[in-house]
């Protein structure tokens, strides 16, 4: 019984890998039809998009298959409640992805009020935290799970100046309000992108120790 068990649980673990690799995948696009000015790539994430909602619901019905059929013990337990959390963050960040593809079709051609600099530094920094959450879920690393969680204060300065430049852009210029709205909500969903790999780091920091933390 816990042979299977255990072959069950590094399935889920395949299919969260799996999952985040399709996360990471769809920032990068969305933030690249954005720099690319690329409204067909930008389609792409929002139609694809179905299949991380799909994932998402067989990673959750393999879990509560798991918690009915085999009655985990408690440190189980806690795993895969965990996985269940992590789902649930990571649908949303595929979410904001798709956010950020769809304001990219608004701008579409329109020539940049300003060189994107800090955005592209921005998604850079999310792929990471996303990416490095999920290995420290998977080598249960609480230093790694840590440091990704520390990386949101990172992210949240970079919003802070992006945000500061771009309103003194717009007292400049009126005629920048729609592309300055715009820019300042896809920092404002890679913000969010940081705020959920965080919660997922806390939720793991507890798996590992049973640590509540918050940062």
Same mark, same amino acid.
């Given at each position: *019984?816990r042979?299977?068990?255990?072959?069950?649980?590094?399935?889920l673990?395949d299919?969260?890998?799996? *999952?985040?690799?399709?996360?990471?995948?769809? !920032?990068?696009m969305?933030?690249q039809?954005l +720099?690319?000015?690329?409204?067909?790539?930008?389609k792409?994430?929002?139609e %694809? =998009? /179905?299949?991380?909602? +799909?994932l998402?619901?067989? !990673?959750?019905e393999k879990c509560l298959?798991?918690i009915?059929?085999q009655q985990?013990?408690?440190? =189980?337990l806690r795993?895969?409640?965990?996985i269940?959390k #992590?789902i649930? @963050?990571?649908?949303? #960040?595929? /979410?904001?992805?798709? %956010? !950020?593809?769809?304001?990219?079709i608004k701008?579409g051609k329109?020539k940049?009020?300003?060189?994107?600099? /800090?955005?592209p530094?921005?998604?850079?920094i999310? &792929?990471k935290?996303?990416k490095?959450?999920?290995?420290?879920? !998977?080598?249960? @690393?609480?230093?790694?799970a840590?440091?990704?969680?520390?990386?949101?204060? #990172?992210v /949240?300065?970079?919003?802070? @100046?992006?945000?500061?430049?771009?309103?003194?852009l717009?007292?400049?210029?009126? &005629?920048?309000?729609?592309?300055? #709205?715009?820019?300042l909500?896809?920092?404002?969903?890679l913000?969010?992108v940081?705020?959920?790999t965080?919660?997922?780091c806390?939720?793991?920091i507890y798996?590992i120790?049973?640590?509540?933390?918050s940062?």
């Amino acid at each position: *019984m816990r042979k299977h068990f255990d072959l069950q649980l590094k399935e889920l673990h395949d299919s969260l890998l799996k *999952m985040g690799t399709m996360i990471e995948e769809a !920032i990068d696009m969305a933030v690249q039809s954005l +720099i690319e000015q690329d409204v067909e790539k930008a389609k792409r994430v929002i139609e %694809n =998009d /179905d299949n991380i909602d +799909i994932l998402e619901m067989q !990673i959750e019905e393999k879990c509560l298959d798991l918690i009915a059929l085999q009655q985990p013990i408690a440190r =189980d337990l806690r795993r895969i409640s965990t996985i269940l959390k #992590i789902i649930t @963050d990571l649908e949303r #960040i595929g /979410d904001h992805a798709v %956010n !950020i593809a769809e304001v990219a079709i608004k701008i579409g051609k329109e020539k940049f009020i300003k060189p994107l600099i /800090d955005i592209p530094k921005m998604a850079d920094i999310v &792929k990471k935290m996303v990416k490095n959450s999920l290995n420290s879920y !998977i080598e249960e @690393d609480l230093k790694l799970a840590r440091e990704v969680a520390q990386m949101d204060e #990172i992210v /949240d300065n970079i919003y802070r @100046d992006i945000y500061i430049e771009l309103l003194e852009l717009l007292t400049k210029n009126e &005629k920048n309000i729609p592309q300055t #709205i715009n820019l300042l909500l896809i920092g404002r969903y890679l913000e969010r992108v940081a705020d959920h790999t965080t919660n997922i780091c806390e939720r793991i920091i507890y798996m590992i120790n049973g640590e509540r933390v918050s940062y």
